[in-house]
């Protein structure tokens, strides 16, 4: 049984249609052939119209879908000789963050993603992929020790956001954030960093700051959810669309804003209709942006990641240098 | 003035607002206590119940911590664009204007160099009189020029914050200023050159997130609320009563997240000898 999304009823109906007629079909009434074929057309016409003209939101709610590939789904696609390694050596182990070792095209990398969790008892134990300071601290002691072996790093970034808690600020999750943020900006080994699904805020930039960042068509990466942009400056949950919309938060906007340098195609329907053939597509990304920083000096691959975020941003005024 | 407050409920509050009587008295932030303005300006603006520092413009700030006159600024010019068209209740071209008209600045951050005690350093300050000290590019640009500057003049950067955080209307563009700035401040490490981040009421969200932590020193002032989640948004996730002082500068120091909270009055003395440690 595949889970529809809210916009996906048309599409749900066709193929329930599909469904009765087969079942039909089977039971001896083979008249119903000619129909399914019919069907099966229009529901092709229908399916690449309404994906192909897909509003920010509707592409939020595709980033979030429960069966999208995960972090832990492209590590066993991707890599083999997964080790995960757990805690911060300081509080706790946080399983909304997962990484280790792995081997990628026989090469062993540190792999680092935000982990939702599919079911809802897993989604539980791992908080909705909302981490608290102690997953940032045990994916930057995961970091720091691939600079140490100098292994390049690969990060998937699925999250709606940091978590708000009273724990979580008491153990400190903005210095958390802002101390992966400041090594990232330096470590010596490649980064490079994918958005899977959602990129909620700080909460998924504390994994996010790389020498290239590469993001699927349906995934969405903002400063803020479109919820909490609609009630913070419309102070009205029916603008979240809107929201969603004026955020500028897809992965063409990204591309067109110089924030992402790849966008990887999904399938019609988005990535969990096809999981192994994007996993596939993501691999080979990963191959070919990886082939073009590991020869690079470090003194050329910190320069460039500095002048790749310095660029970031829309002013005008006097420029740089006089005062 | 406890007298006043049996009287009438202290959200009624503030008397009458004529001419004459305008701005005579104030509401503490902190204690909810009403305060006699007049007083609590000659008190460095802080509460004379409860010792709650309140805001203080960027001026007042800038006075408070550099030598009389010596203060140089840089980049006054830098303005916003609008990258996203950004369009809510009003476009945001329009909000930044009017916020430019109101507070005689082209957005929030202010930075320059000047002395403290005779020593010269590079100072940067948020203004939360201009869209709640929201980072933006400007301010992430800024910031980075105020670093670039301190890392060629080799001298010692100290940032105030007071901000709710990353900048909406610049959506991903405001998100990314916090790579770009700590990238800058990882640089002025680099260089052994200290950093002393002064964390003002309220200071939240990608600010936090970002500069405001990455001090090799960070002070806070007395009773300011500091966090990475606003309350509100806590409350509504966990809905759950957030503890009393939660987020306040004292809870933060009792949790080992700042080095010392240091009252304005003494303030000035404190940089001096910090960056004389450097
Ligand atoms: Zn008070």
């Known amino acids: 049984m595949r889970d529809y999304l809210e916009f996906e009823k048309p599409i749900r109906e066709i193929e329930e249609k599909i469904e009765k007629l ?89 792999i680092i993603g935000h982990q939702k969790g599919k079911t809802l008892k897993e989604r539980m134990q791992r908080n909705f992929g909302m981490p608290n300071p102690e997953g940032y601290r045990k994916a930057l002691r995961l970091m720091k020790m691939a600079e140490k072996f100098n292994r390049p790093i690969m990060t998937f970034i699925d999250t709606p956001g940091a978590y708000p808690g009273i724990g979580a600020e008491e153990r400190g999750q903005a210095e958390a954030i802002a101390r992966n943020l400041f090594v990232m900006s330096r470590l010596t080994v490649p980064i490079i960093a994918v958005v899977i699904g959602e990129g909620g805020s700080g909460g998924a930039l504390a994994l996010g700051v790389a020498d290239r960042v590469l993001m699927l068509e349906h995934s969405v990466y903002s400063v803020i959810s479109p919820e909490g942009c609609a009630a913070i400056l419309w102070d009205n949950p029916e603008k979240i669309p809107d929201a969603a919309a004026a955020l500028k938060m897809t992965a063409n906007d990204l591309f067109e804003l110089g924030v992402i340098d790849t966008i990887v195609p999904e399938p019609v329907g988005g990535a969990h209709r096809e999981p192994r053939a994007v996993c596939d597509l993501v691999g080979k990304a990963l191959t070919n942006q990886l082939f073009d920083l590991l020869d690079l000096p470090v003194e050329q691959l910190l320069a460039r990641r500095e002048q790749k975020y310095r660029k970031m941003g829309a002013v005008t005024g006097l420029p740089s240098g006089q005062a | 003035m406890t007298w006043f407050k049996k009287e009438k409920p202290a959200e009624s509050a503030p008397p009458p607002r004529s001419k004459s009587s305008e701005g005579m008295w104030l509401k503490c932030n902190h204690c909810r206590e009403i305060v006699y303005r007049k007083e609590v300006d000659r008190n460095d603006k802080v509460c004379p119940k409860c010792e709650y520092h309140f805001p203080i413009s960027v001026t007042e700030r800038i006075g408070l911590l550099l030598d009389l006159g010596t203060f140089k600024e840089w980049d006054a010019g830098l303005e916003a664009q609008d990258p996203l068209k950004f369009h809510d209740t009003k476009p945001y071209k329009d909000r930044v204007k009017a916020h430019q008209e109101k507070t005689g600045r082209k957005d929030a951050l202010v930075i320059g160099e000047g002395l403290v005690n005779g020593r010269r350093v590079v100072l940067c300050v948020f203004d939360f009189s201009f869209m709640g000290g929201s980072m933006g590019s400007v301010v992430g640009e800024k910031l980075c020029r105020a670093i670039d500057r301190a890392l060629e003049l080799k001298l010692p950067v100290i940032l105030v914050t007071t901000s709710g955080g990353a900048r909406m209307q610049e959506g991903i563009l405001s998100l990314m200023q916090m790579a770009k700035t700590s990238t800058a401040v990882a640089k002025l490490g680099e260089a052994k050159l200290p950093f002393i981040s002064i964390l003002a009421d309220p200071t939240f969200g990608g600010v936090t997130a970002s500069v405001a932590m990455l001090g090799d020193v960070i002070i806070a002032e007395p009773k300011a609320l500091i966090g990475f989640a606003g309350p509100r948004v806590i409350e509504q996730t966990i809905k759950q009563q957030l503890p009393d002082q939660f987020q306040r500068a004292e809870f933060l120091l009792e949790h080992g997240m700042i080095d010392m909270i240091v009252e304005r009055k003494r303030l000035k003395e404190t940089v001096g000898t910090l960056v004389n440690h450097f």
Do not use: C
């Not at chain 1, 089977?26 to 229009?42: A, E, H, V």
């Not at chain 1, 939020?60 to 492209?74: E, M, V």
């Open chain 1, 22 to 110: 087969s079942a039909a079909a089977t039971s001896g009434k083979s008249s119903s052939q000619n129909d399914i074929r019919k069907l099966r057309t229009k529901l092709a016409q229908v399916e690449h119209e309404l994906y192909k003209n897909l509003t920010p939101w509707q592409r939020t709610q595709l980033a979030r879908h429960p069966q999208r590939p995960s972090t832990l789904d492209y590590i066993n696609e991707l890599t083999r000789d997964f080790l995960e390694l757990h805690g911060d050596r300081l509080f706790g182990d946080d399983r909304a963050i997962v990484g280790g070792f792995a081997r990628f095209n026989d090469r062993s990398v540190m």
